[in-house]
């Protein structure tokens, strides 16, 4: 694909210039790594910052409750087979950071962009993408945000109101089904290891029936699910020809392979060809310090990112067998309620060292003695790292408790 | 108690259970079986009939559309309505505890309750979200409420019900009163786990159910720890 010859608005360059001085200023501050003010800024001076910066770039869009980040990631490496990628790969998923990471790239033919569940109609509005990943829906931080049901119904009519966009879709979620039911879509076998969400149809009302690993339907209507293009089998992603292909990824467990599998269906439909692709993905090591690794004071530390019950459900699938120290805190980034604790078995952690830690540790006490799970509170990280032999220490942390961790470490990527 | 075991019924997880309600039948069996008693949960899904026999049923939260269903399917059995008539205990929070009265609004439509409840259930001028606090009503002897609180509705207690609680912090029913107790039938906005942070309520369902005046205390150092920091965040 070439890129059509795309000059801006004299405001839109205004703008930018701005935005990309107000993003050094963030980072060189130390008030934050810039990956909102500029955009925030930009968007004061120029309403239509974000469409007019999106005009002329090939764009995907990543969205879901869970793995968008590193999908927006994958994504975007696999797309530089083609050429210049923009992404917003430090997670700010909302306009403004859109907008940021936008002014920020300069032109490029291509641009991947990981958007918050809530703003996909906007984005999709903005940046009139070729195609959009939708991975999973499930609760997450439900004080403020919308409910599941409601969530599949704004990206339904988000969709409908663009019906020449691409869709790549998990067929594995009952409410991503139902939402892009209607659009062109490529399913991908992306699995969904927590069904609390959907145990009732979004259509009709009816029982969601389950068998076997991945079979589901509706008892009441014809939702089921569709036969995906895309699967894994084996540690690796088979594409919609039959030929599989091994994915050596330096990112842990299963749902990053399915990650990886959604990233190349993307890519495939602008033209990438796997074996292409594959090598770009097995570069990518940590994403805004998810799945780091950090060595301090002997301990070799690793960090895992859980937002909600799905995420950790995941999380506990990739740590090892280690020491484990849970970060929760309840802010209005992580959503200001804990009922969801108890939506999460911790129980995969017995016999391990546990020590807990964060705003809202007590929380998670209770909890962690209701699971029958032993653990020790630690009133911080550093006495956290302390508290476990040399080796191997596993952090699980909620959003701003990751955030706060990640920044003990130096920011860590 | 109806057999050696205390049998406590989940009702409907399916529909009913947003926002952690699994923790509140945890709580009870924990903190039944630190005592020596023997427990056998049950969950019931909404496409099952409801047992009539159990001591305890739990009644979650849920959003509209299941809420509705979840009322439609309860009446429908007859099974909680048997329960209640020979006293069985009932905890209900958020769409559960509207369901339980007479009736409650879903999807801006009036749906009839359970009725086993005297309350009565409408819609707010605003959703009522954050932390709730209130004193409870002092002839169940209990220390102070304390929950999270995620609704739409407004619900008026009627004079066959008494409110749980006076509201210190948050809406509840209404700004000034929170829950329901009717005979053994409590129901709160407090939503989810709610007995994670009230192991007091927890044991008085367990005191009801059993006929059990005095059970043994349990080292609640991390409840205890829990309920004071979140009634000082909020004081």
Known sequence: ?413 | MSTEALRIVWLYPDLLSTYGDRGNLLILAHRAARRGIGVEPVEIRSDQVVPDSADIYLVGGGEDGPQALAAQRLIADGGLHRAVGRRAVVFAVCAGYQLMGTSFFAKGAKCGGLDLLDVVSDRGPTRAVGELAGEIDPRLGLPALTGFENHGGRTHVGPGAVPLARVTVGVGNDGTTEGAWQGTILGTYAHGPALSRNPAVADLLLRWATGDGTLPPLDDTWPDRLRAERLSAVG
């Open chain 1, 1 to 413: 694909m070439t890129q059509p010859e795309h000059r801006l608005p004299l405001r839109t360059k205004l703008a930018t210039t701005v935005s990309k001085g107000a993003a050094a200023l963030s980072r060189a501050t130390g008030r934050g790594d810039g990956s909102v003010i500029g955009g925030r800024i930009g968007l004061m001076i120029d309403p239509n910052l974000l469409a007019n910066l999106a005009a002329g770039r090939h764009v995907a869009l990543v969205s879901g409750t869970n793995g968008k980040t590193t999908t927006t990631r994958l994504t975007a490496a696999a797309l530089g087979v083609l050429g210049e990628v923009a992404t917003n790969s430090l997670g700010a998923n909302m306009p403004t950071g859109h907008t940021s990471a936008l002014a920020k790239a300069g032109r490029t033919p291509y641009a991947v962009l990981e958007v918050d569940e809530h703003y996909l109609a906007q984005v999709l509005a903005a940046t009139r993408p070729v195609a959009v990943a939708l991975l999973n829906l499930s609760r997450d931080q439900l004080d403020r945000a919308k409910e599941v049901a409601m969530m599949a119904q704004l990206w339904r009519d988000a969709l409908a109101a663009h019906p020449e966009v691409h869709v790549v879709a998990n067929a594995d979620d009952p409410m991503v089904v139902w939402a892009a039911r209607d659009a062109t879509v490529t399913w991908v076998a992306a699995g969904q290891r927590w069904h609390d969400d959907s145990w009732v149809c979004p259509e009709c009302g009816s029982h969601i029936e389950r068998s076997g690993p991945s079979e589901w339907w509706c008892t009441g209507c014809t939702l089921r699910r569709p036969a995906p293009q895309w699967t894994i089998k084996d540690g690796s992603v088979v594409d919609p020809a039959g030929g599989p292909h091994p994915v050596r990824l330096q990112l842990p467990g299963r749902v990053n392979l399915a990650n990886a599998a959604t990233a190349l269906a993307v890519a495939a439909h602008f033209g990438v060809r796997v074996p292409d692709a594959l090598p770009r993905l097995a570069q990518v090591t940590s994403i805004a310090g998810r799945y780091a690794t950090v060595v301090r004071g002997g301990r070799t530390i690793r960090l895992l990112l859980a937002k909600n019950p799905a995420g950790w459900l995941e999380a506990f699938d990739m740590a090892e067998e280690a020491p484990t120290l849970l970060a929760i805190n309840a802010r209005d980034p992580d959503g200001l309620d804990t009922s969801w604790l108890f939506d999460v078995d911790f129980g995969a952690l017995r016999g391990r060292q546990v020590l807990i830690t964060g705003d809202r540790a007590y929380d998670l006490a209770v909890r962690l003695e209701v699971n029958g799970v032993p653990f020790a509170h630690v009133r911080s990280f550093g006495e956290g790292v302390d508290a476990v032999p040399p080796g191997r220490l596993e952090v699980i942390a909620n959003y701003t408790a990751f955030q706060d961790i990640r920044a003990e470490l130096d920011r860590v990527n």
